[in-house]
């Protein structure tokens, strides 16, 4: 019953702090239910996330260019998993408990994961558009030292831009900086750097991507007629067919997946440059924290490799001797 008094009264983030800000109003269950979601969330998409970076990391035969990218993007997914009980703190709390220099560089942290996401989709769009569209090329043109470069400076561009950007909009200023209350922890952009935020780190990658995309489906389309009628005509399917068609595979897989983040996060930055409420922000901003649980889903679903490595590494095989050669294409 106490508890329930207390519900009905202001509480603040900081009682002994006159400027301090007020906690959201939420019942013991609402608390329960949400943090007990969180949790769950938080460690299925670490779990998850988790055996894709062992399975590309441990097995030969999916270190592949391609395969490079999924693992990276996979690490960033893993990272946003375990941040996730942080946000939940912040978005439900409504406090930040831990002092301005810890938001800036949590700012810094979690913006560039979620733009190297983005950045690591636009990567694996152009890997498969050389794939599909210039298969003769993609052996020289895309190898595991280029992709490895690419990887790192996506990585750092994010990281750059980003701590640019929380820099110049004075979280490290503290003699200067103006917030509402003492104990908030958000970001304040002005308009030019919202624009360039906008342009930068979702507009530009997102046309990248659907470009390319709508290419190689194209050009997918394109091949699929040709087998057809090359197995229509009596004729068997050569190397060169079976290739074509695995190559076509994993691009509508990858597509799937690049399908699956824009669902997610388009709603969030139409919202976020218009005026909608704070609770509808804050659900889709677990939206798109939730598409780094659905990833490995795309991949358990699409993938007959990662369904093997999964059963590999539950059941310990995987520290078998040379298992680390096992070829998990063609095992039963």
Known sequence: MAYEKEDHAIQYCFPAVNSSCIKGKHTSHEYNIVYVFVSLLSAWTVFLNLLVIISISHFKKLHTPTNLLVLSLAVADLLIGLVMPIEATRLIEMCWYFGDTFCGLYSIFIAMLLSASLSNLALIAVDRYVAVCHPLLYPQKITMTKTLISICLSWVCSSTFNTAFVVNNGYFDM?????????????????????????????????????????????VHQQVKVINTLMKGGKSENEGSVRRKTESKAALTLGIIVTVYLLCWIPYYICSISVISSATINLLTWVVYMNSGLNPMVYALFYPWFKKTIKHILTLKIFQTASSLVNIFTEH
């Open 175 to 219: 003699p200067h900086r103006i917030a509402p209350c003492y104990g908030e922890c958000s970001v304040v952009m002005g308009f030019a750097w919202r624009v360039t935020d906008l342009i930068m780190s979702f507009i530009f990658p997102c046309i990248l991507i659907i470009t390319l995309y709508l290419r190689i489906f194209y050009v």
